[in-house]
Structure formats: structure tokens, C-alpha cells
């Protein structure tokens, strides 16, 4: 069965650091998301991704966040300068076109602890 | 803004006893997903429900949209240890691109 993968599975960075989080979404979906999860409390979204370009994001995507899908089967989040709040366990997700489902997959996750 | 609410918070059962949580949106859904996290894993996708009304079962687990299309429950008889995990109702908002608004999830633990 197909699967969203991520890497790296566990990230330890420096506060004000760069970091890169990657996913390969399931191969022939066209829609992509970013959530992120604090240990212990919900799945919160952050931002979608459709057609090359950013669909819909969050108040908490700001302009410390990006995406990017530099191939066409890597999509990518960054956080450009981080902060220890950015701690969490970060889920890329894909959905098929609406015809096959509202089902979104879901990656194994990033777990990103910032010290 | 657009909230998903998700009660109870934490339930502890006996095995074979049963459990239910519920779901309610601050605004009317196409239509509401539920999703179990296992202890360190990540969402699964359940099931999905689209009609008002809507009851749909999977072995012990039973789900039902409300007719507001609303609300939702996710009901599991005789739970075993292997239902142990988070589950969590999550409805799709926005214009088509579905972004999933989560509830708080209701953390199941159950005792041998």
C-alpha cells in the first residue's frame, strides 16, 4: 500500500536555526499539508499546498514558514529561524483528486525539539 | 473562527466495557473524518462520513453524523486493548483544498 514518508524522523536544532523538514507524498496526489502536533494536544493545520502554490495557511505559518515542492515528488517545510515553540511532531499529509475521497494520508512525522 | 469540539478528554475503561466520544462543529460540514493516533504514531484514516444522518459501521466501531450535519459519535463495543489510542474527529473547511480542523481527541486507555 502506498505511504507518505518523512525524514529525518527525529531533528534536534539550535534555537535560531534553519531547518528542513522533507515528505514524499503518496505518488499521484495532488493536494499537500503540513500539520504539526505539541506532545499531548491536537493535530493543528498549517498550511495546504495545490497546483505549485500555496492553497491555504494558518495563523501560526507566518513568515518564518515555508513550502516548497522542488521536484515535483519532495515537499518540503522550513522554518527559517526557529524558536523552542516550534517544538513539536510535524505530519505531512496528501489527498488524492475529491473523486477518490476526502481521506488525507498521513506521514510517520517529524519529531523537531528545539533547545 | 471555525472549531471543532471534541468531549471527553481522556476515558478509562475496562476491557469489554464501551466507549463513545463525540464531536460538534461551530459550523455545518460536507462532511466529518475520524482518525486514531496510536502512543507515538501518527492519524490513520478511519472512516469518513458525507450524509445527513449518516450511521456506518466497522466491526465493533459504530459512527454517526448528525442531521445538521454537525455533530458526530464514534462508539466502540467491547473494547480490547488493541482500541487503546487517541481518536480524533476531524472536519474538512475552506473552499475545496480541505484543510482538516481537528478536535481535541479523546484519549482511550483501556485495562486488562
Given amino acids: 500500500e502506498p505511504e507518505v514518508t518523512q525524514t529525518p524522523s527525529h531533528q534536534v536544532t539550535q534555537m535560531g536555526q534553519e531547518v528542513i523538514l522533507r515528505c514524499v507524498p503518496i505518488s499521484n496526489h495532488l493536494y ?84 | 473562527g471555525q472549531q471543532v469540539m471534541q468531549i471527553p478528554q481522556y476515558q478509562h475503561v475496562q476491557e469489554g466495557e464501551d466507549f463513545t466520544t463525540y464531536c460538534n462543529s461551530s459550523t455545518t460540514l460536507s462532511n466529518i473524518q475520524w482518525y486514531k493516533q496510536r502512543p507515538g504514531g501518527h492519524p490513520v484514516f478511519l472512516i469518513q462520513l458525507v450524509k445527513s444522518g449518516e450511521v456506518k459501521k466497522q466491526k465493533r466501531l459504530t459512527f454517526q453524523f448528525g442531521e445538521a450535519k454537525k455533530n458526530s459519535s464514534l462508539h466502540i463495543t467491547a473494547t480490547q486493548t488493541t482500541d487503546v489510542g487517541t481518536y480524533f474527529c476531524a472536519g474538512p473547511f475552506s473552499g475545496g483544498y480541505n484543510k482538516l480542523i481537528f478536535g481535541a481527541g479523546t484519549r482511550l486507555a483501556v485495562h486488562p
Fill in chain 1, 32 to 115: 499537500f499539508y503540513w500539520y504539526r502536533q505539541i506532545l499531548g494536544q491536537k493535530v493543528e493545520f498549517l498550511v495546504s499546498f495545490y497546483n505549485n502554490e500555496i492553497s491555504e495557511k494558518s495563523e501560526i505559518f507566518d513568515d518564518q514558514f515555508s513550502v516548497e515542492r522542488p521536484d515535483g515528488s519532495n515537499f518540503t517545510l522550513k522554518i527559517r529561524s526557529t524558536k523552542l515553540e516550534d517544538s513539536a511532531m510535524y505530519f505531512c499529509a496528501s489527498k488524492g483528486l475529491p473523486i477518490s475521497g476526502y481521506e488525507q494520508y498521513f506521514g510517520p512525522g517529524t519529531r523537531l525539539t528545539v533547545t
